[in-house]
């Protein structure tokens, strides 16, 4: 995804000019962060261990200095708004299907999975 489109769905302000302009996956946990990750998170300890982790950047919504030039830094008003429009973007671009059924088909279906 690029990191243009991540800074419009969540509203919020890219601090600097990074050498990246993508990012392969989105995390919250900083246990499974992969190099060229976006890192959610209101952590300062968390964000210097995803930068750690080699992240391509970092949605935060607190006052913190820029801790590498390279990684995109996004600031958000709030970080669990910017969470729900990026989970929203995902969800609106994938092909899901839904289907309906009673409590007893829902129970047996259950039984076979």
Same mark, same amino acid.
């Given at each position: 995804?690029? %990191?243009? &489109?991540?800074?419009?769905?969540?509203? /919020?302000?890219?601090?600097? &000019?990074? +050498?990246? &302009?993508?990012?392969?996956?989105? @995390?919250?946990?900083?246990?499974? #962060?992969? !190099?060229?990750? $976006?890192?959610? +998170?209101?952590?300062?300890?968390?964000? =210097? !261990?995803?930068?750690? =982790? /080699?992240?391509?950047?970092?949605?935060?919504?607190?006052?913190?200095?820029?801790?590498? =030039?390279?990684?995109?830094? %996004? @600031?958000?008003?709030?970080?669990?708004?910017? #969470? %729900? @429009? $990026? %989970?929203?973007?995902?969800?609106?671009?994938?092909? #899901?299907?839904?289907?309906?059924?009673? !409590?007893?088909?829902?129970? $047996? #279906?259950?039984?076979?999975?």
């Amino acid at each position: 995804m690029q %990191i243009t &489109s991540v800074v419009d769905i969540v509203k /919020g302000e890219i601090l600097n &000019s990074p +050498s990246i &302009s993508f990012v392969y996956n989105i @995390k919250t946990k900083v246990n499974k #962060l992969q !190099e060229g990750d $976006l890192f959610i +998170s209101n952590n300062k300890d968390e964000i =210097k !261990e995803a930068i750690e =982790k /080699g992240v391509f950047g970092i949605i935060f919504d607190f006052d913190m200095d820029i801790l590498d =030039k390279e990684i995109a830094w %996004i @600031k958000v008003d709030n970080i669990n708004s910017a #969470l %729900i @429009k $990026l %989970i929203r973007f995902k969800l609106s671009t994938s092909e #899901l299907k839904a289907y309906h059924c009673n !409590e007893f088909t829902f129970d $047996l #279906l259950n039984v076979f999975t």
